[in-house]
């Protein structure tokens, strides 16, 4: 069976990948394998060596052709001109050095109100989540397709689709109203 990354190609999908140490993988082997136009989000909080890491993931990105943006961090990416991924809490709470970004900016949304605020600070895209059932928040009721078309096509902001997103569903996102696909551990090699 093909793999994500293949399915989505063949979709007109464009991806973004975002790392995280628990479901995620390795940032560095998913960067080598995303197609050039790709994005990465960094996440990765708890890593020890989360500055390193991210400047090695920098360089692979700026070769590879893909968009890193720095999840939580603004001063992190800032330091290796990525752009700037916001959680819910950054995005309902944001500091000043979030409030004067200037570059690439995401924002998480799960609802009309996280689209407005994306919205709201300028976002260039909001990840809205979660269209489906995922175990990275297994209590969590998703979206389901119909309400999640309805959001994204009534959003201010493009919507980047998130949330138990795989090589088994992904063709159900082929014409949602949609500017990308994001997932963590469908894209892990």
């Not at 919205?119 to 489906?132: E, I, M, N, T, Y």
């Not at 096509?153 to 795989?166: C, E, T």
Request: proline residues 7%; aromatic residues 4%.
């Amino acid at each position: 069976m093909a793999s994500l990354t293949e399915l989505a190609r063949r979709l007109k999908l464009a991806l973004v990948a975002i790392t995280d140490e628990r479901r995620g993988g390795d940032p560095l082997a998913v960067a080598a394998r995303l197609p050039a136009g790709s994005w990465v989000i960094f996440r990765h909080y708890d890593a020890p060596d989360r500055s390193v890491l991210a400047i090695r993931l920098a360089a692979l990105c700026r070769k590879r052709r893909l968009k890193l943006l720095v999840a939580g961090d603004p001063a992190l990416a800032r330091r290796l001109k990525a752009g700037l991924h916001l959680p819910d809490a950054l995005a309902a709470h944001p500091t000043p050095a979030i409030r004067s970004w200037k570059g690439l900016l995401t924002a998480a949304a799960h609802d009309r109100r996280g689209l407005r605020r994306a919205a709201r600070l300028g976002a260039d895209a909001a990840l809205l989540s979660p269209v489906f059932a995922t175990l990275s928040h297994p209590g969590v009721k998703p979206l389901g397709l119909t309400a999640f078309r309805r959001l994204a096509r009534g959003s201010a902001v493009p919507v980047i689709a998130l949330g138990g997103i795989d090589r088994t569903n992904v063709s159900l996102l082929k014409d949602a109203p949609i500017a990308k696909i994001a997932a963590l551990g469908a894209l892990k090699p």
